[in-house]
């Protein structure tokens, strides 16, 4: 079965801090895709990046950063120099390659930045 | 601009009422969509997976008479959720994939807030 945890229910950082959300996944299947989402109190989701179970390089985008160690089956998320507007709950998501398109939810990260 | 609109985006109403939510991909064909619920401070949890012209798969634990979808058509999914009571007040949220871009992630719609008093 797939399962994804996310071991920090709560996370509250200083503006301008960094700050790292961890993600655990477990699955069976070879390949796979793996999310990240941000939800902010609006409520929408924000997609901010899927990474294929083949491609294990980093990957920066601006402030964040995620680090996908397969012989960890972690893939986890950092935010530079972080923002008030960063502030959101975070989503871990993994799904099939194959087959299924659903998509398997952690439980979430809320992360507040405080000014 | 949104590419999956759900409507409507809140809607509160008595128990006992049928309340019908909207999925549509606007500017592409889904032959599948998915439908996730999301109580206050938890995950998004799949409901169900909505299937053009054909039944809907639901998730082990899921009411499929409780939480009825229709997709009758590619960009049109629908959840009606029968007799609401106070404990179907959640975030349902819906999904789509443009199959068009290959194997590219699914859009997700807004949201639905329902309240049931």
């Known amino acids: 079965a797939q399962k994804v945890t996310q071991a920090q229910t709560e996370i509250s950082v200083v503006e301008k801090e960094d700050v790292t959300l961890d993600c655990v996944y477990e699955?069976?299947?070879?390949?796979?895709?793996l999310f990240w989402y941000k939800q902010p109190p609006s409520g929408e989701l924000v997609f901010l990046i899927r990474?294929?179970?083949?491609?294990?390089q980093n990957e920066i985008s601006g402030r964040y950063s995620w680090n996908f160690q397969k012989s960890t089956s972690s893939f986890n998320f950092t935010i530079t120099a972080s923002q008030v507007v960063d502030s959101a709950v975070y989503f871990c998501a993994l799904s099939e390659a194959m087959g299924s398109d659903k998509v398997i939810f952690g439980p979430g990260t809320s992360l507040s930045v405080i000014p | 601009g949104a590419v999956v609109s759900q409507h409507p985006s809140w809607v509160i109403c008595k128990s006992g009422t049928s309340v019908k939510i909207e999925c549509r991909s606007l500017?592409?064909?889904?032959?599948?969509m998915f439908w996730y619920r999301q109580f206050p401070k938890q995950s998004l949890m799949l409901m169900a997976t909505?299937?053009?012209?054909?039944?809907?798969?639901?998730e082990q634990g899921v009411e499929k008479d409780k939480f009825l979808i229709n997709h009758a058509s590619l960009t049109l999914s629908t959840l009606t959720v029968t007799s609401a009571h106070p404990e179907d007040s959640s975030f349902y949220i819906c999904?789509?994939?443009?199959?068009?871009?290959?194997?590219?992630?699914?859009?997700f719609g807004d949201g639905t807030r329902l309240s049931i008093l």
């Open positions: 909505s299937n053009e012209g054909s039944k809907a798969t639901y």
């Open positions: 999904s789509a994939r443009d199959l068009r871009r290959g194997h590219q992630p699914q859009h």
């Open positions: 500017d592409f064909q889904a032959t599948t």
């Open positions: 699955t069976r299947d070879t390949t796979y895709y």
């Open positions: 990474r294929n179970s083949f491609d294990e």
